[in-house]
């Protein structure tokens, strides 16, 4: 992997569309490309296409994420716009039914619920607690939704 890597930034290209580029790399090696990637997008004369199932790596140096299922896309937007535009919530399951219908997916358990809302939703109610997200439980809960496509925020 780090061989093909080199090569394909040999070149100099200005469009990089990279397929699972941190696969099977150690920790190290992984956060070390990341860095190069990073140093060849600063300057704004490379941009790098990549797809991913390793959502950290897009935490540390995506701009953009688009969140594709079943070949639709789900979701697409700026990584900071997509974190902020969604929260968890959870809380006991008799609180489950006063916000039930504004989640965009839900899982109980035997101590309650824990679920995904886009932030212009949330309402007070103290039965209820939210948090930030992740990029890993909004896939998560996006990947749970039984309408993803009749619900779809873009």
């Known amino acids: ?9 040999s070149h100099h290209a200005e469009l990089l569309i990279l397929d699972e580029p941190t696969s099977g ?3 190290v090696a992984r956060d070390n490309l990341l860095e ?6 600063e300057d704004g004369e490379v941009s790098i296409l990549y797809s991913t199932h390793i959502t950290s790596d897009l935490e ?14 789900i979701e697409s937007s700026s990584k900071d716009d997509l974190l902020d535009n969604y929260r968890l919530v959870h809380g006991s399951k008799n609180s489950l039914k006063d916000i039930k219908s ?11 619920f824990n679920g995904l809302i886009k ?3 949330v309402i007070k109610n103290e039965k209820v607690q939210y948090g930030p997200p992740s990029i890993d439980d909004i896939i998560i809960f ?3 939704r039984k309408d993803n496509y009749e619900k779809s925020t873009i």
Do not use: R
């Not at 992997?1 to 930034?9: C, D, G, T």
């Open 36 to 41: 190069v990637f990073q140093t060849l997008v």
């Open 119 to 121: 932030t212009k939703d």
């Open 102 to 112: 504004k989640m965009i997916a839900y899982k109980e358990n035997a101590f309650g």
């Open 1 to 9: 992997m780090k061989f093909s890597i080199a090569l394909v930034l």
């Open 60 to 73: 540390k140096c995506a701009d953009y994420i688009t969140f594709i299922q079943d070949g639709k896309i």
């Open 142 to 144: 996006f990947a749970e």
């Open 25 to 27: 790399l150690d920790p």
